[in-house]
């Protein structure tokens, strides 16, 4: 018998969490032919949230996997990603999604996240991947051959692989890094409501708009077949800037929005009010293989959801690690295809997590800065895709296929003189 191979019972990768990262991984691996483990700790599988975006470097994996079809049955296939200034709502950029589907091969797709959580779902299940719940894993070692974790009630389980994809507050991350996650004291509110409810405010329902403001955006798009319409409010909170423990509640999310257009404020009503998310990441790390324990996903990158990608590149992370697993499939080298993983994906989501901070930064603006921003924008052409080129293109396997980043475009190269009124604008396009 192969040393490496896995006794009866044990099987060869547990994923610890079942949130997207984690299925996606598991049912990328099960693909491999790997016997597949799912541990998550809530007692039943699902998601909370409203509404996904996912960009071609999502959906071509999607395809590959063979659940695209599934995916656009569920979700909506928008026209345009339309940017507006959320003060006056005027447009400042646009994506034409049609005209970028023919560049990339592939759909940008807005979905319910419950929705693609139960596509991962059901096939995992169909792959023969063990899927269990109530099961809290609260630490981890490596050993002989593999890895092992250590369960709430005592239990150990082991594997030749350990896939550590348990979120932001991932108990892997604090054991084996032991960082902090970074807050940005924004606070973002979410709300997915039938479509009646939104057709008087003056909403685009077949685009994606963005409305970019001081301290504040607003993302609006339809979903479920455009039977439902998904909101995301987001703002900077004094609160969390004066230090006080209790921030991003209710009061200042209508604070927060009392100066934007028309379309926004009708919005910000309908918003859930029971729940908000805090917006946190953490700095970008080079080490997530350690020994064979795996960091994935949010565990491993975290971003804020700026770029919208963070469920993408969870999902990206269990495609690369399942095919650098299937390139040494004869001999099953778990080491090399960890290190092939780690050379590739830390570079990638590090260009995302920091771009996602930066891009967080330019939404939200205010006086000249917002004015010479708003003329940037303006003057890019929509059919330019130098600033998504990176990004949507296919997912990377080895460092060598990472393309380029794009090059920014300073706010310094275009004046203003007061609202709408642009002196030079020569250097952006
Ligand atoms: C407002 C907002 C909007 C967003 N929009 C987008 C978007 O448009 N597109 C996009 O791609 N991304 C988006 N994201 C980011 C995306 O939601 C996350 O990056 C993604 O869901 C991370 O998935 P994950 O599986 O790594 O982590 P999680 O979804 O956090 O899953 C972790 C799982 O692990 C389980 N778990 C935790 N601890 C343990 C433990 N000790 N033992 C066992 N199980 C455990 C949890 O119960 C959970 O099921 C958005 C995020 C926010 C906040």
Redesign the pocket.
């Known amino acids: 018998m192969n040393p490496e191979s896995s006794p009866a019972g044990r099987p060869d990768v547990l994923v ?7 299925l996606s991984s598991a049912f990328a691996l099960a693909r491999q032919g790997l016997q597949v483990r799912v ?4 007692k039943e599988f699902g998601e909370v949230g409203a509404g ?3 960009a071609p470097n999502c959906t071509r994996i999607l395809a590959e996997h063979g659940l695209l079809d599934e995916a656009k049955t569920l979700g909506v296939v928008p026209e345009n990603m339309v940017m507006r200034d959320a003060l006056d709502s005027r447009e400042l950029t646009r994506l034409d999604l049609r005209d970028l589907e023919h560049r990339y091969g592939f759909p940008y797709m807005v979905i319910h996240r419950s929705d693609l959580h139960g596509i991962f779902l059901r096939a995992c299940e169909r792959a023969g991947v063990e899927l269990l719940t109530d ?3 609260v630490g981890y070692e490596n050993i002989e051959g593999g890895a092992r974790v250590l369960l709430e009630d005592g239990r150990t389980e082991e594997a030749s692989l350990v896939v550590a ?4 507050h991932s ?1 892997a991350r604090r054991q084996l890094v032991g960082d902090d996650v970074v807050s940005s004291d924004y606070v ?1 509110y ?1 709300a997915a409501v039938p479509i009646d409810h939104v057709r008087e405010n003056g909403v685009a329902e077949k685009d994606v708009t963005v409305y970019v403001g001081p301290r504040c955006h607003f993302v609006q798009y339809a979903l479920r077949g455009g039977e439902m319409f998904n909101q ?1 409010a987001v703002f900077q909170s004094p609160k969390a800037l004066a230090g006080q423990e209790d921030w991003g509640t209710p009061d200042e999310l209508d604070a927060a929005f009392e100066a934007t257009c028309d379309t926004v404020r009708k919005g910000i009503p309908l918003m859930w009010r029971d729940r908000w ?1 805090q917006m946190l990441d953490r700095d970008p790390i080079d080490t997530w293989v350690h020994g064979r324990i795996a960091l994935l ?3 491993a990158h ?1 971003p804020l ?1 700026y770029m ?5 590149m ?1 999902i990206e992370d269990g495609w690369v690690l399942a095919r650098h697993l299937s390139n040494t499939a004869a001999q099953r080298d778990w080491d090399t295809a960890l290190a092939a993983y780690q050379a590739v994906r830390v570079e990638h989501c590090r260009r995302v997590l920091t771009t996602a901070r930066a891009w967080g930064d330019l939404w939200h603006l205010d006086g000249e800065a917002r004015l010479q921003r708003n003329t940037i924008m303006r003057g890019r052409d929509t059919y330019d895709y130098s600033f998504t080129d990176w990004v949507y293109g296919p997912t990377a396997l080895t460092p060598d296929e990472e393309p380029a980043m794009f090059t920014s475009i300073p706010l310094s190269s275009v004046s203003v003189e007061s609202e709408g009124t642009e002196l030079t604008g020569g250097a952006a396009r």
Not at 16 to 22: A, K, Q, R
Not at 39 to 42: I, K, S, V
Not at 165 to 168: C, E, R, Y
């Open positions: 610890v969490g079942g949130g997207i990262g984690g541990l998550e700790r809530a996904l975006q996912i099961q809290t894993v994809a348990d979120g932001l108990v973002a979410r995301v998310w996903g949010d565990a975290p959801q919208a990608q963070g469920a993408i969870a």
